[in-house]
Nanobody
Framework: QVQLVESGGGSVQVGGSLRLSCVDSGRPFTSYGWFHQAPGKEREFVAV????????VYADSVKGRFTISRDNAKSTMLLQMNSLKPEDTGMYYC?????????????????WGQGTQVTVSS
């Protein structure tokens, strides 16, 4: 049974940083990524990385601010979020799918975590 468990969310002021973690179990996938759902909006793609930490792809809105990584030995994916803005507020979901990272924009991944809340206040 596939499980994706996020942690690391919280409250931070504008310009601050947070690091989200996602631990996976059950079976390996080609790619692992993060999605963001702002209050009242649809869930949207943030970033994705290959199982070995390569081939990262980012949404334009987070390029230069967020860094995705994955440690396969620990089955753990990280999202380092810097220079946070109020519009980064919302739920962040970890996801996994057999699709390569280049196909993730517009993809509905097969497996999802329960999400972790991030709140950025001014």
């Amino acid at each position: 049974q596939v499980q994706l468990v996020e942690s690391g969310g919280g409250s931070v002021q504008v310009g601050g940083s947070l690091r989200l973690s996602c631990v996976d179990s059950g079976r390996p996938f080609t790619s692992y990524g993060w999605f963001h759902q702002a209050p009242g909006k649809e869930r949207e793609f943030v970033a994705v990385v290959r199982w070995n930490g390569d081939d990262a792809v980012y949404a334009d809105s987070v390029k230069g601010r967020f860094t995705i990584s994955r440690d396969n030995a620990k089955s753990t994916m990280l999202l380092q979020m810097n220079s946070l803005k109020p519009e980064d507020t919302g739920m962040y979901y970890c996801a996994a799918d057999p699709a390569p990272t280049r196909n993730w924009k517009g993809l509905e991944p097969r497996y999802w975590g329960q999400g972790t809340q991030v709140t950025v206040s001014s």
